[in-house]
């Protein structure tokens, strides 16, 4: 090897040692006194061992002779590269919180934005590791980064629906980097330190939080205890999911009999269709090994969505849960409910519907806060879907909210019904106190009011059961069958192999318009 090489090789050890220094000791000692782990760490515990390969190393704060020296910036505080996770190629990028307390600049903006055309013309999903406290003050980094916050954003947006992109916040995100981790399909929050904020005055003590943006906003997915445990989840989440929107999710070999039946399914309903029942009981009982990946835990609770595998094969569930609100559609379920369908539907990801709700929510609050208008992106949203889809009717399908989760003339594959199911434009006691209120006055005043109004509802109730319905096949409320509870697991498996290589088309056009 020549002795001009010498230099030159010299020259890049010298990066790679800076790279691997970081900020320096102090920042790194700092780093893990905060819990944290190092950009450069995450990224290791992440990728499959020796799989990752770093691009991108050489860059720095760029400056002009003229403007001196720019301030030492390892890999521009931007590590990034492609990997594999459980030997499938990713792209992966993670900010570096040891160099200048992670704040980006101009060059790590752009390649970051690079990084993401790269993950979608390759086709390879993208993992983005945030730990940031925004964007770098000055001329040049905030007058010429807004233009590579721009490249990224229009990237991270171009590519929604094509690769699938999740995003661990595992510290500090403000000011404009705040809108890409929520411009990922999945944010991954540290529940210790992760802090998200666009900008503007605090008002409150969880404000930016983990629990505040599950619980308020409804923009995180899910909450991790640490960075272990957020890229624990992050694996986890990614196994659920295809490379990109031309496969599908992987099926593996189930040891779960598909078509196990659960007698303890007969017994989780109570009586009364008062009282109230956690579908999680359900859920649990009739996918494989009882594992439910659910996201959005504790945002609108009424509304359960996550992943579970049905004899190896994956499925998105969407499930009304009578236990909270008594499973009814408001805005915030609305906005839940249609983000998860219109992941699965980009993703080839079949979605079991399981519906139990007294419709949407009525009164003068929800209409403020647009009650129809969300209610209305749902029917949109499920009028576009051709994926798998298959409906479970459990027991009140009542108003327009019978039409969102799944009926039968939305176009789902296959809707079963429990025989307790119920099928009315609204509730029935609301039905038997707008009909029968003369006839139930005239009982007040001569005391036999309950024994009048439990007769007019009983009458209703058997005229909008199932077993009423069933009998029309094609013109009100239809199902495909009403089966025993029992079956559910094995009607679910079977649909899904049925509908495996279904094709469905929606009207060409250039793109739909979702109401406001």
Not at 43 to 51: S, V
Not at 140 to 165: D, E, T
Not at 311 to 319: E, L, Q, S
Request: contains cysteine.
């Amino acid at each position: 090897m020549g002795k001009w090489m010498d230099g030159y090789l010299d020259k890049l050890v010298k990066v790679r040692e800076e790279n691997l220094e970081a900020g320096g000791k102090e920042r790194v000692e700092l780093q893990h006194s905060l819990g944290k782990l190092t950009a450069r760490e995450r990224i290791d515990l992440l990728a499959d061992t020796g799989t990752f390969e770093e691009i991108g190393s050489l860059v720095r704060e760029f400056r002009l002779p003229q403007e001196g020296e720019g301030r030492p910036s390892p890999a521009e505080g931007v590590v990034m590269g492609f990997a594999k996770i459980h030997g499938r190629p990713v792209m992966v990028y993670s900010l570096d919180f040891t160099v200048m307390s992670g704040a980006i600049g101009d060059q790590g903006v752009w390649k970051i934005a690079e990084l993401v055309q790269m993950a979608g013309q390759e086709q390879v999903p993208i993992i983005g590791m945030f730990d940031s406290a925004g964007s770098r003050i000055g001329f040049k980094n905030g007058f010429v980064g807004l233009h590579g916050m721009g490249r990224l954003v229009r990237n991270y947006c171009l590519y929604s629906g094509v690769i699938p992109r999740i995003a661990l916040l595992l510290g500090p995100c403000t000011g404009p980097l705040a809108q890409v981790p929520v411009l990922s399909d999945f944010l991954i929050m540290n529940r210790n330190t992760g802090f998200l904020w666009l900008g503007g005055d605090i008002t409150s003590d969880d404000a930016g939080s983990a629990e505040f943006h599950m619980e308020k906003s409804g923009q995180c997915d899910l909450i991790a205890e640490s960075d272990e445990e957020a890229i624990e989840l992050t694996k986890r989440v990614f196994e659920y999911m295809p490379q990109n929107c031309w496969g599908k999710p992987t099926a593996i070999e189930s040891n779960d009999d598909p078509d196990r039946k659960e007698e303890a399914l007969l017994n989780v309903m109570p009586d009364d269709p008062k009282f109230t029942y956690d579908v999680h009981e359900i859920i649990e009982l009739i996918v494989d090994n009882g594992e439910f990946f659910e996201l959005k835990e504790d945002f609108a609770r009424n509304m359960v969505v996550g992943f579970a595998r049905f004899d190896g094969m994956v499925a998105g569930i969407a499930a009304s849960n009578s236990e909270e609100l008594s499973g009814i559609m408001e805005p915030d379920s609305s906005d839940k409910y249609d983000r998860f369908l219109m992941f699965l539907d980009a993703f080839n990801i079949p979605l079991v519907t399981m519906s139990d709700t007294t419709a949407f929510a009525p009164g003068d609050r929800w209409e403020r806060m647009g009650v129809i208008r969300h209610g209305a992106k749902n029917l949109h949203g499920y009028s576009h879907l051709t994926n798998p889809k298959v409906t479970i009717v459990l027991r009140r399908s009542y108003g327009g909210s019978n039409i969102v989760m799944g009926s039968s003339k939305m176009g789902p594959d296959f809707i079963y019904a429990w025989p307790t199911a119920e099928f009315a434009p609204t509730g029935p006691e609301m039905i038997v106190h707008a009909v029968f209120h003369k006839e139930l006055a005239k009982a007040k005043e001569d005391g036999n009011y309950d024994e009048v109004y439990n007769f007019f509802l009983d009458i209703l109730k058997e005229q909008f059961s199932v077993m009423t319905f069933g009998k029309i096949f094609t013109t009100w409320y239809t199902v495909h069958e009403v089966i025993d509870p029992r079956e559910t697991r094995s009607r679910i498996v079977k649909a899904l192999r049925v509908t495996m290589n279904k094709h469905e088309e929606v009207p060409e056009k250039r793109r739909y318009i979702k109401p406001a």
